[in-house]
């Protein structure tokens, strides 16, 4: 199997590359945010949970999204392998995750990491808030919530990884086909 954390702050193009890449390498793509998201669409109390948080920019309980994972990954057992994006955003969320995929005896191979700096992030996530409809796009303190978020919480997860050995930068600028070819590269090496 080939399991691929995709990571990188908010606006940093994870699920415009997941896209692409779920497609080329025949893999599952297990989005949190948009997990979350169909959750509030239809109205179910995990979605009534989930949505002033998200409306904030601060993160879901880290119990809410392990069991989140947990049912997608239960209910794709002949996946070929998955792209997580936009988790793990925690440390206890990224030893859950272990602890799941030791028990399929298929770890994570790599966590490949988009740079890109904060400035450009705030540019993109502004414009993206324009046409993208979500609320959590369109206001310039949420969005600095969400990037202090990820400082604060999700960017320590860089060591972990780097701790296992999984850790592989890659730049985030440029065009997204530039992107595309530099994280193919990379895992065609893995
Ligand atoms: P972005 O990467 O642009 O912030 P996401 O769609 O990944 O967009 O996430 C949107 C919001 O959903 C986050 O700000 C957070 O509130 C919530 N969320 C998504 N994934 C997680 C997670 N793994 N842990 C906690 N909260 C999450």
Same mark, same amino acid.
């Given at each position: ?60 309980? !880290? ?44 770890? @994570? ?21 324009? !046409? ?17 978020? +990820? ?8 060591? +972990? ?17 530039? @992107? ?7 895992? !065609?090496?893995?």
């Amino acid at each position: 199997m080939l399991n691929i954390v995709l990571f990188g702050p908010p606006g940093a193009g994870k699920g415009t590359q997941s896209a692409r890449l779920l497609e080329k390498y025949h893999l599952v793509h297990l989005s949190t945010g948009d997990i979350l998201r169909v959750e509030i669409a239809n109205g179910t109390s995990l979605g009534l949970e989930a949505k002033s948080i998200m409306e904030r920019g601060e993160l879901v309980p !880290d119990a809410v999204v392990i069991g989140m994972i947990k049912n997608k990954i239960d209910a794709n057992p002949a996946a070929a392998g998955f792209i997580f994006d936009g988790f793990p955003r925690t440390k206890a969320q990224a030893a859950a995750l272990d602890d799941m995929l030791a028990e399929k005896s298929a770890p @994570i191979k790599a966590m490949l990491a988009l740079e890109v700096n904060d400035d450009e992030l705030m540019k993109r996530l502004l414009l993206r808030g324009k !046409d993208s409809g979500r609320p959590d796009d369109a206001n310039p303190e949420v969005i600095s919530r969400r990037i202090l978020e +990820y400082n604060n919480k999700t960017a320590p997860l860089i060591d +972990y990884y780097k701790d296992q050995d999984k850790f592989r930068s890659v730049d985030g600028i440029g065009t997204v086909e530039e @992107i595309f070819e530099s994280l193919c590269g990379v895992i !065609d090496g893995l």
